[in-house]
């Protein structure tokens, strides 16, 4: 293989990696956010009850 | 985001608005990351020369060391996030573990598939048993896939929280015995030897490769909290589908004794707002 | 806390002396395995001799992974890691116990097995020295992988596909293991000119850092039902 196309396929398989995970993180964001109120969806002000901070409370 | 209240009738989300989990902060880093990435290519292939050992070969080096880095930069917060959660008990921690690990195997597997591909035009063969750093990268990547499957089979979330963390410490604890055990293993290494410091590669190509990991440590960042966010959001999702349900067994559970006592009026309005 | 340790893994060991179901599958399960590489490198002798203890350590590691399936979902099946947790013993005890039951279930495999090598592959200890170091190595990485597997055994414990999920995990953190223990076997037998004992010392961080953190994990993952 000459070094022009081992070039080409290195950076193109990591471009093409990226852009295959990028766009499924992006449609499972989507399908999510489809389900989840809009008041709950800003990500760090969770409500105490159910979120993501409500571990303590929990039968553990 | 657009946080205008565009909520459906029964506090479902329209979807137009909810696309994205961005914010000011990760636009602006996915700007930065987007510039980023066009001046490294400018620097990987406008102005850079090639090397005198490597010659254009050194180009892929741009993509597979900041790779290296970024992987390990993933276990090890992942590793830290996982302390977090013990210590805390707080489950964005271990979303974050989450998020950060799965970033770091898919570089992980990047940086062997970029090192294979390197190798080919420079060993003459794409895997060489003989270079610790690509196989004890694949060993890595392996030990971090079990924690990925371990993350996939469900159960409580807080159970799972808590074997997830313990396997990210443990596989972090394993970073140095693998480098270690496949270093002794074969000490005729293939690889370039601590090129970084030596002052053997020309002062731009060092520059480009400085730039490269920096632009890619953003990156980092940037993709982890989207995939952060998305974790959180997917965990939403099974704590609304969760909470649904117990109302829905209550319903059904208050319908039972109605229609038994004879209320039927009553019990007939529930029948009707579970169906609508 | 010793004490407790003791009592859990003579627990565990009556158990396996009255089942026998490591010495009536897992052993035979190991053997087969030994012939299975004869067959595979066309029971070709001098081979066979130089890639001893690779196949020995590969055959161990398989093996041992039943075992370690058997002696966990013994606990959970039955329910009895909840009688544990109420008996008071401490975690770190409990962790103790069952990886020093899985240890010498491990040790007896290895002893068979090495037999096994010496007659099937023709492999011999070169002096007195070899032997000891057969030895050693061989407790060393019993520990060692005991304690990583009763970690990662009580790790996968009731979830769903734990029988392919246990392998996945716990097979990449061994491989340090498999890497040494070969390494100072091939001293040991004299089919590479290696200095077997810095391997071994290699197996001995391996051990103590799993012992270290399964002692202190190993409750972490107890507070779960």
Redesign the interface.
Known sequence: MTNVSSIALAWGAVIAVIGVYLWNVMVRTRTAAKQVPVANQRWMSTPKSGGVDSVEGSDT | ?N?S???GPN???D?S?????GDTGTRTLGVLCLLGFVLVLVLAFGLSEPDDEQ???V??MY??VP?AILSYTGFVVGALASGFY?WK????AD?LAHASIEVGV?FG??TI??GA??G??TWGTYWDWGDVRLVSML??V??Y???L??RG????V??RA??S???A???A??IP??R???N??ENRTLHQQASLTDGKLEDLTLFTLMTSIVVFLLFYAW?TT??F??G??????T??GL?EAIAQRRAEARTGVDAAVGKSPHSDTVREGREA | MFRDALLIAEKDLRIEARSRVVFSQVLPFAILALVLFAFALNADRPVLRDFTPGLFWVAVLFAGLLAIQRTTNLEHDDGTNDALRLSAIEPASIFLGKMMAISVQLLALEVLLIIGVLVFYGAAIESVAGGALLAVTSVVSSVGVAAAGTLYGALTAGIRGRETLLPILLLPVLAPVLISATRSFDDAFGSAAVNGWAWLALLGLFAVVYLTFGLLAYGILLEES
């Not at chain 2, 608005?17 to 989990?21: G, K, L, S, V």
């Not at chain 2, 008990?89 to 964005?92: F, M, P, Q, V, Y």
């Not at chain 2, 959180?232 to 999702?237: A, F, K, S």
């Open positions: 985001m946080q209240p565009s909520t506090g479902a989300a979807s608005d909810t696309n994205d989990t010659n254009d070969l180009r892929i993509v597979h790779s013990l008990k707080s489950l964005a979303l898919l597997v990047l598939i970029t591909i390197w080919q035009p060993v890595l392996l030990l896939v079990g924690y499957a371990l089979v469900g159960g409580d807080n159970t808590r074997r963390a313990v396997v410490i443990g596989s604890a394993m015995i693998v270690y055990s496949v002794w293993w993709l989207k995939r966010r998305l959180w959001l997917e965990h939403q999702v704590e609304l909470d």
